[in-house]
């Protein structure tokens, strides 16, 4: 198994593709809009996928977080709110908030689970600043690590009962930049001392199944490479301070913050200690490449994605009834 998650290029798998994922046999795969028309096409898409790669556990991801970042949206499933919304709610009411947040996560994951997708993106665990880019603010939880904590770790248990598992993001914290990554390299000035507040709310939920690097230079711990990349900051912030011994994969290595070609980006990102790299948007000829330089995945990081999928149980409860709970919270706001 090679230690990629992949990207489709549309709504079923072209013959192509389905010679090329039997041989490269990659750890999982990623969904996004292009891949989704409706409950019937999705569910038929990742049954595909499953058979396929002959694991009823193989890791089909998105990103469903609510507001702008929510690939499974109207007319076919209900719109989402984003992180924000909840942070409204915490001044108010902070425990309201939690629930709030553990409903809505829990709605997703049955969702996300009637049509066959395991793993969802989420939670963000950023701790949003005054200048943090938009990329994030539209998207965080707040700007106090307790809160972004809590509320993580209800996103994270709302899955769970779900079915789904969740993947807390972006290792070591993402909130001090000012670039989104989806375009450009931030270089991240902050003293050690200060950074000590972006590693809280990961601290507080290392015991997360799965987490997400970024692609962020952070000048306090390696000058030179960006924390996808950095064996410095995979291996004694990540892995060291926060404690993370869940499966750690890059965010999507396409994204303009990383330079090079998509498998050296890979094998630096495997090289620094990352488990998986996610490639995200289904370019035969930048999969290839991967594939050809990754070597399998080795005992450590199987042993994590085995005990990440193995956090999955059956769905609990009624998707209606998580919705009315977490609306009736929000009403407070």
Request: proline share 6%; charged share 25%.
């Amino acid at each position: 198994m090679k230690p990629v998650i992949y990207g489709l290029s549309g709504l079923a798998l072209t013959a192509d593709e389905r010679a090329f994922y039997r041989e490269a046999d990659p750890c999982g795969y990623i969904l996004f809009k292009r891949n989704v028309a409706d409950r019937a096409q999705l569910r038929a898409l990742t049954d595909s996928l499953r058979d396929l790669s002959g694991r009823d556990d193989v890791p089909i991801l998105i990103d469903q977080e609510g507001g702008r970042v929510q690939r499974l949206g109207p007319p076919e499933w209900p719109d989402f709110p984003a992180g924000p919304v909840f942070d409204a709610l915490y001044d108010i009411a902070p425990m309201s908030a939690i629930e709030a947040a553990r409903a809505n996560a829990h709605a997703t994951a049955l969702m996300l689970a009637e049509v066959g997708i395991n793993v969802d993106c989420w939670p963000l665990l950023d701790v949003a600043q005054p200048d943090t880019t938009e990329a994030i603010t539209i998207r965080a939880l707040g700007h106090e690590p307790m809160r972004v904590a809590a509320m993580g770790r209800a996103i994270l248990e709302g899955l769970q009962a779900g079915g789904v598992v969740g993947v807390v993001k972006h290792m070591p914290g993402h909130g001090r930049s000012h670039l989104d990554t989806h375009l450009a390299l931030p270089t991240v000035t902050a003293s050690e001392a200060e950074l000590d507040s972006d590693l809280r709310p990961f601290r507080t939920l290392a015991h997360a199944p799965m987490g997400m690097t970024s692609h962020i230079v952070f000048e306090a711990w390696d000058r030179e490479r960006p924390a996808t990349l950095s064996p410095v900051i995979v291996e004694e912030v990540i892995r060291g301070k926060i404690g993370f011994d869940g499966l750690l994969m890059t965010d999507d290595i396409d994204m303009k913050a990383l330079s090079g070609t998509a498998g050296e980006k890979a094998a630096g990102a495997i090289a620094a200690g990352c488990d998986v790299v996610l490639d995200c948007w289904g370019r035969m000829d930048e999969m290839a490449e991967i594939a050809e330089l990754l070597s399998d995945m080795p005992p450590r990081s199987l042993d994590r994605l085995e005990r990440a999928m193995a956090t999955i149980g059956a769905p609990e409860g009624d998707f209606a009834e998580q919705i009315a709970k977490r609306d009736a919270l929000l009403a407070l706001v």
